[in-house]
């Protein structure tokens, strides 16, 4: 998710070290350290301006949430969410879900998230998808034993492809909703851009799953 870019974005999240890690990969293996407690770490792929990571840190206050996310522009906008209402369970993290494996050591994570990747529509472009084999085996390096992935889209098309990747590639799918929305679980926290696209008539899809 794209915003206008914003006048010295990076300048202003490096303000804020105890909020925003611009350099990950010095915290490998030790972002436990970075929290007042030592519950479990999960983590959004692709955090957005940050509602969804904000409502899901109010919903378990006992798990700290760390959100990735590449553009500052973009960052800036979930950073100021956390300075009008401060969370201690949460740190931003500028980077790429490319280089997870260099963030996050072996069996760290206890869950990730997934919300509204770019479907990268075109066939040749697959292998850019968030659901992807590529990134698939990323999140496997990371996460704990059992740990979920939790994925949503209002895009069919990438909705369909994750669906059978994870099963070729052997995860168990826990639950596969093509509506979520027609019977809207009552912890099911939306991104920005999902209550965006429902209002406007969108279906939304969400897997949870797990490497077996």
């Known amino acids: ?7 010295d ?5 490096g303000c804020h070290p105890d909020k925003v890690i611009l350099e990950p990969t010095k915290h490998r293996g030790q972002w436990s350290a970075l929290f007042e407690n030592g519950g479990p770490i999960y983590l959004e792929v692709g955090m957005g301006k940050g509602q969804f ?3 899901m840190s109010d919903q378990l206050p006992g798990v700290n949430f760390l959100g990735i ?8 906008r979930a950073l ?16 790429e879900a490319e280089n997870l494996e260099s963030y996050f050591a072996p069996n760290k994570i206890g869950r990730i ?17 968030l659901t992807h084999i590529g990134f698939l085996e990323k999140y496997r390096a990371i996460l704990a034993p059992q740990a979920e992935i939790q994925f ?3 895009d069919k098309a990438l909705f369909d492809f994750t669906l059978q990747h994870m099963k070729e590639h052997g995860l168990k799918l826990d639950r596969i909703v093509t509506d979520l929305h027609a019977d809207e679980p009552s912890d099911n926290v939306r991104t920005e851009y999902e209550t ?4 406007a008539g969108a279906k939304i899809y969400q897997l949870v799953c797990r490497f077996g």
């Open 1 to 7: 998710m794209r915003l206008r870019n914003i006048t």
């Open 9 to 13: 974005a990076k300048k202003k999240l």
């Open 53 to 55: 990571i904000c409502g």
């Open 69 to 76: 996310e590449k553009y500052d522009s973009v960052l800036l």
């Open 80 to 95: 100021q969410k956390l300075e009008q209402n401060p969370r201690r369970n949460i740190i931003l993290i500028r980077g």
């Open 113 to 129: 998230y997934i919300n509204f990747p770019d479907p990268w529509p075109r066939r040749r472009d697959a292998k850019k998808r």
């Open 152 to 154: 949503k889209t209002d």
């Open 196 to 199: 965006s696209k429902s209002g």
